[in-house]
């Protein structure tokens, strides 16, 4: 139904910026939810980023507010997470996800639809 192909990770010293795309296929994208996850070796999925279907309401993780904005365009089926100030820790595999509207947008058990995930390695 819906097909994400991330794109956009790579290696960045830390201050440093990055921009990473969701390419998505399916006529639903354009009317569900859709949000960035990281995922670091050894550890849980985390959110990062969500945004509704038409950019009206945006949930961002407290550590990265006022650092990474996360935008979509429908006509494109793309979503995008601009990344600025990259820190070392926020090294970590990168997915962005799709669902129905609703509630419980951070939770990433809630999510139906993911990318196989674009690495982005923070250097120190």
């Known amino acids: 139904q819906v097909q994400l192909v991330e794109s956009g990770g790579g290696l960045v010293q830390a201050g440093g910026s990055l921009r990473l795309s969701c390419a998505a296929s399916?006529?639903?994208?354009?009317?569900?939810?859709s949000g960035w996850f990281r995922q670091a070796p050894g550890k849980e999925r985390e959110f990062v980023a969500a945004i509704s279907w038409n950019g009206g309401s945006i949930v961002y993780t407290d550590s990265v507010k006022g650092r990474f904005t996360i935008s979509r365009d429908n006509a494109k089926n793309t979503m995008y997470l601009q990344m600025s100030s990259l820190k070392p820790e926020e090294t970590a595999v990168h997915y962005c996800?799709?669902?129905?509207?609703?509630?419980?947008?951070?939770?990433?058990?809630?999510?139906?639809?993911w990318g196989q995930g674009t690495q982005v390695t923070v250097s120190s």
């Open positions: 399916g006529r639903t994208f354009s009317s569900y939810v």
């Open positions: 996800a799709a669902r129905p509207s609703g509630r419980s947008w951070t939770l990433a058990g809630s999510y139906d639809y």
